[in-house]
């Protein structure tokens, strides 16, 4: 029943285009569109996941991405959308013979489309083996003019591998590391790391899924190009060709709440940046204060450069156990046999620093630098309002300090370390 739908939608060209705008991070603008598909409103198909289930059962995969390419073209041709075109493409079609024989070439010429304007998305439904393969397919079409972008990535089989490989000049970061990104310090690690990677390689990073204020404002502050989401613009089958003003209005303030991104564009680095402890999270294990001293000796046997575990009780950080210590008070057998059914809150340092994710890393640097010597080595937690975040440590901070102030002597105006508003109290002793 469902075969012959999918053979009724192929033979009555019943797919329509939808587009979502992609906009740049910094500005507003929208710098192009991605191309999606919808089956017939009233068909089981009518979602692009169910529609391509059906076909890829029957064998009819590349049939029917033929057919979305060209009604995603001959829409975005007929209402001459500015900026470019992210076309989805998978890597089994990319490598059909049809493929490389200029196919996509020809349509877009007819269509008075520039090959320049026209990003080749590369969707993963099944994992790639051909590497190799794929690698001239990706470079036939860039000798052709087009651009290309790898979707999901962190969610596909092997997308890490197809960044290295074909070195695109996009890579968008599945909606899973964006959505819920203020709560979760991992998803805020990988997006920082992915980040990182983009600028080394020369790699333009789109965030996609952002269907959040606060979502749209942390990838914005991490450095992030572009993205796109829900909150930003909804996919629509005649789309706005500038962003709603409130967005605009959104991403142009000036007060970023979690930390600086020092932004270098054509036109310098962005103003008025405040770079603060959010931006030093890192995930460590933690413990629970009725945890046995035994199962945090077996943490950090296990874990040779775990060298702190902060133990938290209902999201609240009680305090610290370090590696040197625990070893020290378990040195004999007696001792660790004696320790090892207690509580680890027995060897936990009570007072560790605790600081706010909003505390700018000025007002961190002057509190490490009056603190006790040992909270140097040991680190400091990172809060969001007292809930627990992470933790930070000494060696990122400077470094971090470091390179923005190696950014600042290039830009002198472009960055603040200390901000006038920083809040009385948002650093706590305990």
Sequence with gaps: MLLARLQEILAKQQLSALFQPIVGMQ?????GYEGLIRGPSDSPLHAPMDLFKVAKANNLTVKVEHMCRRVVLESFARLALPGKLFLNVSPEALLQPDATHGETLDSIQRLGI?????????TESQPTSDYELLRKAVTHYRNMGFQIAIDDLGEGFSSLRLWSELRPEYVKIDMHFIQGINRDPVKLQFVRSIQEIAQTSGTVVIAEGIETQIEMLIVRDLGIACGQGYHIA???SAPAITLASEVVQSLARDDRHYFAADVITSSGVSKKNIATAFRLVRVVPIATPEMPNHAVHAMFHDTPDL?????VGNGIVLGLITRANLLQQCASPYLKELHAEKACTLFMDCQP?????????YDLSQTIAVAER???FNGFVIADQGQYLGMGNAQDLIREMARIEHVAEGFPDALMLRSPHVASGSLNHH
């Design 353 to 361: 620093i605790i600081v706010d994710q909003s505390t700018t890393l």
């Design 307 to 311: 060298h702190v575990i902060p133990v």
């Design 27 to 31: 500005n507003g603008e929208i710098i």
């Design 234 to 236: 909804r996919p629509h």
């Design 114 to 122: 520039s090959p320049e304007r026209l990003i080749i998305e590369l």
């Design 374 to 376: 040992h909270h140097l």
